[in-house]
């Protein structure tokens, strides 16, 4: 998708929430990824990361409407050179979300240190990612 980089205003993060997800519709990994950045709700709230790692569009035709997608892969060698100051559990959702949007791999020992809602979240985005669209996983 060939995206002109036009100067927008920054959406609220609800709006930005949207065009996350109108961008990812129809490609299962990425779909799951911003679910997971939505669902966490911290790394969509960090100006930061905003600003440095995810792109805007209008929606062409709807000029109110905003497109944004993430640049995965620069997310996630940020975080692994220690340019993201966040949390262990912050980290892992990031390292799952890239993995599950890029069709990479991320570390095992990520899980251990996501609390109980987050371990959750990254199941049922796995599951998601992996084609079972209304997985929802539950923890007793």
């Given amino acids: 998708m060939t995206h002109a980089h036009r100067r927008i205003k ?3 993060v609800n709006n930005l929430a949207s065009g996350l997800l109108r961008y990812a519709e129809g490609l299962r ?8 950045l939505i669902m966490h709700g911290f ?4 100006a930061d990361f905003r600003s440095h ?3 805007q569009d ?3 035709g709807a000029p109110d409407e905003v ?5 995965w892969d620069q997310a996630a060698t940020a975080l692994r050179c220690g340019r993201l100051v966040c949390s262990s559990g912050e980290a892992a959702v990031l390292q799952v979300a890239a ?3 890029t069709g990479g791999a991320f570390p095992a020992s990520a899980l251990s240190s996501l609390d109980r809602e987050n371990f959750v979240h990254v199941l049922t985005a796995t599951a998601q990612a992996s084609g079972h669209p209304v ?6």
């Fill in 10 to 12: 920054r959406p609220s």
């Fill in 29 to 36: 990994g990425e779909l799951a990824a911003v679910e997971l």
């Fill in 43 to 46: 790394w969509l709230t960090r």
């Fill in 53 to 55: 790692f995810i792109e």
């Fill in 58 to 60: 209008t929606v062409p």
């Fill in 67 to 71: 497109l944004a997608w993430v640049k």
């Fill in 99 to 101: 993995a599950l949007a």
């Fill in 135 to 140: 997985a929802q996983v539950v923890t007793r």
